[in-house]
C-alpha cells in the first residue's frame, strides 16, 4: 500500500508539472494582454515574406522526403521500443537474448543498408 | 517531512503542496534561464573578443536580460490575418509543457528530486519529442513560407536525432540495468560512465545538441537563410515561450548529460567532504559552458550533412556500441 501511495504520488508530481507547464504560458499571456499596447493596423497583419506582397497560400508541397525520413524514424523508433526493456532485463536474459536481439536488429540493418543503397538517406 | 508526504495517500493537500514546491522550482528555473542566456552572450562576447551585455546592470550586464523579458511583455502581440488562429495561439504552450515536465525526474542530489519514476529515462525521452509537435504545430499556423520550411526542418532533424540519442543510452542502460535516474547514478559509483561508455557519450553529446537545435545544428531556425525559421510571425512572449521552452531543454538536457555520463552528484575520489548540490552544479555547469563553446566554435551544417550523419554516422554507430556493451559485458561475465 505505501509503495502504491509513492508511486501514485510521483505521477501526481509529474501531473503537477504538467499543469504548471500549461499555467504558465496562460497566466503570462494573460498579464501580457493587460500590458501590451494594441494599435491595429491593416499592414501588421499581413504575412511576412521579406517585404513583398505574399503570394499563394503557404501551405505548398513540399518535399516527399520528409515522409520518408518520417516512416524511417517510425521504424527505429518501435525498434528501440523492444531494445529497452531488453536492455532493462539483459542481466537475467543472458546470451540467448542477446543473439535473439542480433537477429532483429540485423534485419532492421538490412533495412537501413537498402535505404541507404536505393539513396534515400540523400538529402538533395 | 517530504518522505512522509510521498508515502501518504495522495490527495488534494498533496497536490497543493507539491503545485507550491514545483512552482518555487519554476521560478528557479526561470531564473536559470534569465542568467544562461546572460551567460551564454558574455562567454560568446569574451570568445569573439568583445565585451558582451555591460550597460543594463553594472558592469556584467547582470539585468540585460531581466530587461528584455520586459520588454517583450510590452511588446504588440500581431497574429497575422491568413494564420490559423486557434492553433497560432495553442503552438507556443505545446512547446514548453513538455520542456518543463522533462524536469520533473531529474535527480539533482540523493534527496532533491521531484518524481522519481522507475521510467524515469524513457519518461524524459517520450515526453521530450513532444515539442517538436509544438513546433511543427506553429510554423503550420504561422502560413508562412519561410516558417514552414523551418518547421519540416526542425521535425526532420528532431526525429532524425531522436533515433541515435535513444539509442546511445541504451548501453548505459545495459550496465546498470535500470531506467530510474537514481538507480543510474549509483551505478556509477565505481566509474562514471563517460569513461565506461566513451562512444555512446559522443554519439549522445552530438544527438543532443541537435535535439536542442543550437549551433552548429540550427537550422530550423537559421537566420542567415530561413530569417528565424519557424517562428518567423511569432512575436512578443508568444515568441519568447519558444525561447523559452529552448533554455528549458537546455537546463534539462545538461542535467540529463550530468546524470548519465558524469556521475550526478557523486563525488570525484577522496573529495567527499564537498556536498553533492555542489558537486551537480559544478558538472552541470561544465556542460552548460561546453553547449556554449559549441555554438561559438561550429560553423552551421548543411541540410544534407545534417541528415546524412545522423542516418550514416551516428545511428550505425550508437547500433555498434549496444551489442560492443553487451558483447564486453558477457566477456567480464565468463572471467
Known amino acids: 500500500m505505501e509503495l502504491l501511495n509513492l508511486y501514485q504520488n510521483n505521477y501526481l508530481i509529474v501531473f503537477v508539472f504538467l499543469c504548471l507547464g500549461v499555467l504558465l504560458p496562460v497566466v503570462a499571456l494573460f498579464f501580457g494582454k493587460l500590458l501590451r499596447p494594441y494599435k491595429p493596423l491593416e499592414s501588421k497583419y ?59 536488429v540485423v534485419m532492421l540493418l538490412i533495412g537501413l543498408i537498402y535505404a541507404w543503397k536505393k539513396k534515400v538517406l540523400k538529402w538533395i | 517531512m517530504i518522505q512522509d508526504l510521498l508515502y501518504s495517500s495522495p490527495s488534494l493537500a498533496n497536490f497543493g503542496i507539491f503545485f507550491l514546491l514545483a512552482t518555487v522550482f519554476l521560478f528557479v528555473i526561470l531564473g536559470f534561464v534569465t542568467y544562461a542566456i546572460l551567460a551564454e552572450r558574455k562567454v560568446m562576447g569574451f570568445m569573439q573578443l568583445r565585451h558582451g551585455p555591460n550597460q543594463v546592470g553594472g558592469r556584467w550586464g547582470l539585468l540585460q536580460t531581466v530587461a528584455d523579458v520586459l520588454k517583450l511583455l510590452l511588446k504588440e ?62 510554423s503550420w499556423a504561422s502560413n508562412n513560407k519561410y516558417s514552414l520550411l523551418g518547421g519540416m526542418r526542425a521535425a526532420a532533424q528532431m526525429i532524425s536525432y531522436e533515433i541515435p540519442l535513444v ?16 538507480e543510474i547514478v549509483e551505478a556509477q559509483k565505481d566509474g562514471w560512465f563517460i569513461i565506461l561508455q566513451p562512444i555512446a557519450f559522443i554519439v549522445f553529446l552530438i544527438a543532443s545538441v541537435a535535439e536542442l537545435n543550437r549551433a552548429p545544428f540550427d537550422l530550423p531556425e537559421a537566420e542567415s537563410e530561413l530569417v528565424a525559421g ?40 577522496f573529495l567527499g567532504f564537498i556536498p553533492g ?58 572471467f
Do not use: C
Not at chain 1, 64 to 91: G, K, N
Not at chain 2, 173 to 182: C, D, M, T
Not at chain 2, 323 to 333: D, I, P, Q, Y
Open chain 2, 277 to 334: 548540490a555542489v558537486w551537480f552544479a559544478l558538472k552541470f555547469s561544465v556542460v552548460v559552458f561546453l553547449l556554449i563553446w559549441f555554438r561559438v566554435t561550429f560553423p552551421r551544417v548543411r541540410a544534407d550533412q545534417l541528415m546524412e550523419f545522423g542516418w550514416k554516422v551516428l545511428l550505425p554507430v550508437a547500433l555498434a556500441n549496444i551489442f560492443l556493451t553487451a558483447l564486453l559485458k558477457e566477456l567480464l561475465n565468463a
Open chain 1, 46 to 104: 499581413t504575412t511576412y515574406e521579406s517585404g513583398i506582397e505574399p503570394f499563394h497560400d503557404s501551405r505548398v508541397q513540399f518535399n516527399v522526403r520528409y515522409y520518408i525520413f518520417a516512416l524511417m524514424f517510425v521504424i527505429f523508433d518501435v525498434e528501440t521500443v523492444f531494445l529497452y526493456p531488453w536492455a532493462v532485463a539483459y542481466e537475467k536474459l543472458g546470451i540467448f537474448a542477446l543473439v535473439e536481439m542480433l537477429i532483429f
Open chain 2, 230 to 269: 519557424f517562428h518567423v510571425e511569432y512575436s512578443g512572449f508568444r515568441w519568447a515561450f519558444f525561447m523559452l521552452a529552448e533554455y528549458v531543454y537546455f537546463f534539462a538536457m545538461a542535467s540529463l548529460i550530468t546524470v548519465l555520463f558524469l556521475g550526478g552528484w557523486l563525488p570525484l575520489p
Open chain 2, 167 to 182: 539509442m546511445s543510452v541504451l548501453g548505459i542502460i545495459l550496465l546498470s540495468g535500470s531506467l530510474n535516474l537514481n
Open chain 2, 77 to 138: 502581440d500581431t497574429i497575422p490575418k491568413l494564420a490559423d488562429r486557434p492553433l497560432f495561439i495553442l503552438a507556443p504552450a505545446i512547446a514548453f509543457a513538455p520542456a518543463f515536465m522533462v524536469v520533473a525526474t531529474i535527480p539533482f542530489t540523493d534527496s532533491l528530486q521531484f518524481a522519481d519514476i522507475g521510467v524515469g529515462l524513457l519518461y524524459y525521452i517520450a515526453v521530450s519529442g513532444l515539442t517538436t509537435i509544438g513546433i511543427v504545430t506553429g
